[in-house]
């Protein structure tokens, strides 16, 4: 059996980890977490493959969360990209789930069921004349845009001012070129603004603070195939399932302005965030079915049973202190939420040893 190393921040990895530190704010270190009430949290997996390391460690935390406050746990289809997602995948996500000694209480909810939902929510945005079609291709906006290196390009508002005329002459141009409609952007308050300005007492992560003008400017609600964006599913589908605390990976620590900014729009409330660090590859990329010795069969096959597989994703991620095999209860009972923040509060990966 292998033994972590230490956490390497280097190689591709490492601008990602300056843009994602960049929202958590170090003087917070080390607080601890005030008393939880019962949290609702979401198992909500995307049908597109097997479970692997990563997703397991983000599923246990949020499992772990929900049963040590005495809430619940939903569990929800992410299947928005219709494309992408596949039927055999969603017994199969369930199935590995279920075999870890995890469980949910409501669901499974699927998001492809949902378009009147998110309809509803789009026209509401569009009644707050924040919402704006936008022509620009994806050419447009890699020249419009300068992206720091590893973060996600900010929208430089291109098409946020045109009047009708321009609108229905870019239209026309889309239509002659074969292009699809245009896609449908929100507005934000611009940098520095106090209402683009979002805070939160992440779970794990302490303070984190956000605005929303300079780290996403306008974004996406409604894509150019009239999809509906995943941003706007999501917070519709928490809101819809009572969903009080959302746990996951802390490369989407830079979604929650995104998604606070909408929950105002449309009267919902914010749940709570809880963002665990990224399981990487020795690389310093975050583990995928590429790595295949972090997907769920080679896990198996290494640690012999689930409790194996769990002891050590606990090992390795700091949630116990050995490697040795352990059930999900067994986690539940030593689990702690202030250790874990202790242990992964500003830490944006963790190094996932490779078997050799
Ligand atoms: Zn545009």
């Known amino acids: 059996m292998t ?11 490492s601008h990602r980890e300056a843009a994602l530190s960049s929202y958590l704010q170090p003087e917070g270190e080390h607080a601890a977490p005030g008393e939880l009430a019962p949290l609702t949290c979401r198992f909500a997996p995307s049908p597109t493959g097997r479970m692997h390391a990563g997703n397991i460690f983000a599923s246990l935390a949020s499992w772990l969360l929900a049963r040590k406050t005495g809430g619940k746990v939903v569990l929800r289809i992410e299947d928005l990209d219709r494309d992408r997602s596949k039927d055999c995948f969603i017994d199969q996500v369930a199935r590995d789930y279920e075999a870890l000694g995890l ?12 378009d009147a939902a998110y309809q509803e929510a789009f026209a509401k945005l569009e009644d707050t004349g924040l919402v704006y079609p936008c022509f620009c291709t994806r050419a447009d906006l ?21 009047t009708a005329d321009e609108r229905a002459a870019k239209a026309a141009e889309a239509e002659r070129a074969g292009r699809l409609g245009p896609s449908y952007r929100l507005a934000v308050p611009p940098s520095g603004n106090a209402e683009g300005a979002f805070a939160t007492d992440d779970v794990f992560q302490g303070p984190c603070r956000f605005d929303l003008g300079s780290d996403s400017g306008d974004f996406v609600v409604r894509r150019s195939d009239l999809a509906f964006a995943y941003q706007l599913a999501v917070v519709v589908d928490d809101a819809k399932h009572g969903v009080t605390c959302v746990v996951r990976g802390i490369d989407l620590v830079e979604s929650v302005p ?29 583990l995928a079915k590429r790595n295949r010795d972090a997907g769920f069969d080679a896990l198996l096959e290494e640690h012999k049973t689930p409790e194996g597989v769990l002891g050590y994703i606990a090992g390795v991620t700091g949630l116990k202190d050995d490697f040795e095999p352990a059930s999900a209860q067994e986690l539940l009972e030593g689990f702690d939420v202030a250790r874990c923040r202790a242990r992964w509060q500003g830490k944006i990966s963790i190094t996932w040893p490779s078997a050799r």
């Open 142 to 162: 890699h020249a419009a845009s300068a992206p720091h290196a590893g973060q996600s390009s900010v929208y430089a508002g291109t098409c946020r001012n045109l």
């Open 258 to 286: 995104r998604q606070m900014y909408l929950q105002r729009l449309l009267g919902f409330s914010h749940p709570l965030y809880a963002h665990v660090p990224l399981l990487v590859a020795e690389d310093g990329r975050r």
């Open 103 to 114: 469980d949910w209480d409501e669901g499974p909810y699927f998001q492809r069921n949902r």
């Open 3 to 13: 033994q972590p190393t230490d956490n390497a921040a280097k190689g591709p990895s």
